[in-house]
């Protein structure tokens, strides 16, 4: 089994996702490539002790990028919004 913390790798913090972590009580987190919707839920739930209701994931493709005659591609990497329980709260979106 994964170390949750190896499946749930960054909070995303943006406008949006602070109004939807107020009004809809959903949180945006940077997760494992290769984590499913079970995994991210499970590592979610023991690493802030609350409980989750859904998990949704988008695969984000990496950007084209160049430097002068040089190109090359950032990573891909993978969004997970998950809808917790009303009631339960998540202290580091808090602000």
Same mark, same amino acid.
């Given at each position: 089994? %994964?170390?949750? &913390?190896?499946?749930? %790798?960054?909070?995303?913090?943006? =406008?949006?996702?602070?109004? !939807?972590? !107020?009004? !809809?009580?959903?949180?945006?987190?940077?997760?494992?490539?290769?984590?499913? +919707?079970?995994?991210?839920?499970?590592?979610?739930?023991? %690493?802030?002790?609350?409980?989750?209701?859904?998990?949704?994931?988008?695969?984000?493709?990496?950007?084209?990028? &160049?430097?002068?005659?040089?190109?090359? +591609? &950032?990573p891909?990497?993978? +969004?997970?919004?998950v809808?917790?329980?009303?009631?339960?709260? %998540?202290?580091?979106? =808090?602000v």
């Amino acid at each position: 089994m %994964i170390h949750p &913390r190896n499946i749930v %790798i960054s909070p995303i913090i943006t =406008e949006k996702s602070e109004n !939807q972590a !107020q009004n !809809q009580n959903t949180y945006t987190f940077k997760v494992s490539i290769n984590a499913n +919707k079970i995994e991210i839920k499970h590592a979610i739930e023991k %690493i802030f002790s609350v409980k989750v209701l859904d998990v949704n994931t988008i695969r984000m493709l990496g950007k084209p990028k &160049r430097l002068g005659k040089y190109s090359g +591609k &950032r990573p891909d990497w993978k +969004k997970a919004i998950v809808t917790l329980r009303s009631g339960d709260k %998540i202290a580091d979106f =808090e602000v």
